[in-house]
């Protein structure tokens, strides 16, 4: 077999045949798209995965007013002294939320 790189006139006959396909799947589905007889399961735990990445993704709303109080603490020196009690009311407000 010889292979010519500059050959002008593709073969043809390949997307004719690509293009029959598509139309032979497109007849075999039904009114929702989906293929007679096909179905996909996802499993509880990548439907939870796709979760946590969705709600991952969508941005966060920012609080000015709550950026500035942060920074005016952290400027007078008043934010971050006790690292003890910003660990427990981290701990405890992320336990308030999870119940």
């Known amino acids: 077999m010889k292979i010519e790189g500059n050959r ?14 598509r139309t032979a799947s497109s007849k075999g ?6 293929a007679n007889g096909d ?9 939870l995965a796709q979760r946590a ?4 993704s969508q ?4 609080r000015p007013d709550a950026v500035e109080r942060g920074k005016a603490l ?7 002294t006790d690292t003890g009690q910003l ?3 981290l701990i405890q407000r992320l336990l ?4």
Do not use: C, E, H, Y
């Open 29 to 34: 589905k039904d009114q929702t798209g989906r």
């Open 74 to 80: 952290l400027a007078s020196g008043s934010l971050g």
């Open 39 to 47: 179905a996909v399961t996802v499993s509880p735990d990548v439907a």
């Open 59 to 62: 941005p966060t709303a920012i």
């Open 8 to 21: 002008p006139n593709v073969d043809s006959s390949a997307t004719g045949k690509v293009d029959a396909a």
């Open 87 to 89: 660990a427990d009311t």
């Open 96 to 99: 308030d939320n999870q119940l």
């Open 53 to 56: 990445i969705d709600s991952a």
